[in-house]
């Protein structure tokens, strides 16, 4: 038995190979448009770069629209719209739950194996629905008595879905999938010796960017494995960057491109969560942000503060992101069970917090 410095032993480990149990809800409808569409995000990077430039605090969102999605949505993680009328969710089936290890004398968290918690059980879920909400099929992507059950923050594209299955649990372990989006069928390409929560594909270089718990690291892998996968050995990635923001904890992300307005460098556009504070007094703070995937570092964010109808904060798990006659657009799920897609749109006559010339105007100054 070949055992791991996270104190794992691999033979324990099933993982992702098949699409092991399609539920198909409408038998002639397809899962996706053929041929595929190009993905939103990354087809309008500048336009979002853009638009996003000019959010602040006082940003005014309005609801386009709030789509009640069909059947039990267990807790939505990531999302992608392909095309206009197809939408992808990835969610984890918990079947019985984590259970913290507890505290020592000292009020310490007690480790076991590298973390902090047992395994629970579950299922991985990518689910089709199309644009009003009806669901279309339900792919369970991970093994029964699998350890790897959480289906993290996804990509798309153009052509595949990128995910990661990981144990429900840091420090622990996770399996990068590329999926075929009109069969739901994954292959996998990566053991990787933490959990893995979320992933994006950077398309001009070939990278592909995977994100831990609380999105406090991010790992770089090629996305063509040498010598193809195995169940065997975990794959080293390339390189690790620690995230200097701790702003929010990323939940989602989406490949933007190389936008302009960024020098051309890699971005992604995360959405996320994070919980300021303890008890009583604690607050639940949403937000998003433009990040460069090389350095994990913001190069813009902006605090949300909208929640859902159900109470959660709306930035909660799933997003995605378009510009729609020059708008920003952002879509989010944050509910779980009975999820509901909300749709916003930035009001680019919103006031713009404090303004001014930061000094330079008024004696000839310019403002960059």
């Known amino acids: 038995m070949f055992w791991f410095g996270v104190g794992f032993a691999l033979a324990s480990l099933p993982t992702v190979i098949s699409a092991l149990n399609i539920t198909v809800l409408q038998p002639n409808v397809s899962f996706v448009p053929t041929p595929l569409p190009a993905p939103f995000a990354a087809s309008n990077a500048d336009a979002i770069a853009s638009a996003f430039s000019n959010l602040g605090r006082t940003t005014a969102w309005n609801l386009i629209r709030a789509i009640p999605l069909q059947g039990d949505l267990w807790e939505p993680e990531g999302m992608v719209r392909i095309g206009a009328d197809r939408i992808v969710v990835s969610a984890g089936e918990y079947t019985s739950a984590t259970v913290s290890y507890g505290k020592d004398a000292n009020g310490t968290s007690v480790i076991v194996n590298g973390t902090d918690r047992s395994a629970g059980s579950g299922f991985a879920h990518l689910v089709v629905f199309d644009g009003n909400g009806t669901r279309i099929a339900d792919a369970t992507i991970s093994e029964p008595g699998s350890e790897e059950y959480h289906n993290g923050g996804i990509d798309y594209d153009g052509e595949y879905i990128w995910a990661t299955i990981a144990q429900y649990r840091p420090n622990t372990t996770a399996t990068l999938v590329r999926v075929d989006p009109s069969t739901l069928e994954p292959t996998p390409l990566y053991r990787i010796a933490d959990h893995q929560g979320g992933v994006v594909h950077d398309t001009q270089t070939g ?162």
């Open 207 to 368: 990278k592909l960017y995977t994100l831990n718990w609380g999105s406090r690291n991010s790992s770089v892998f090629p996305s063509c494995p040498d010598g193809g996968f195995s169940n065997a050995t975990f794959t080293r990635p390339e390189k690790v960057r620690r995230n200097p923001s701790y702003f929010v904890d990323y939940q989602d992300c989406k490949f933007l491109g190389h936008p302009k307005l960024y020098d051309r460098r890699s971005t992604m556009i995360c959405s996320g969560v994070a919980t300021i504070g303890s008890g009583n007094s604690s607050y639940n703070l949403g937000g998003i942000a433009l990040v460069d995937t090389e350095t994990m570092a913001p190069v813009a964010e902006v605090p949300i503060a909208l929640s859902s109808g159900l109470g959660q904060r709306i930035t909660q798990n799933p997003m995605d992101v378009d510009v729609v006659d020059g708008r920003l657009r952002l879509y989010w799920l944050p509910d779980q069970h009975n999820s509901t897609l909300y749709i916003y749109e930035a009001q680019p006559d919103s006031p713009f917090e404090y303004g001014g010339t930061g000094g330079a105007g008024g004696a000839g100054g310019v403002v960059w």
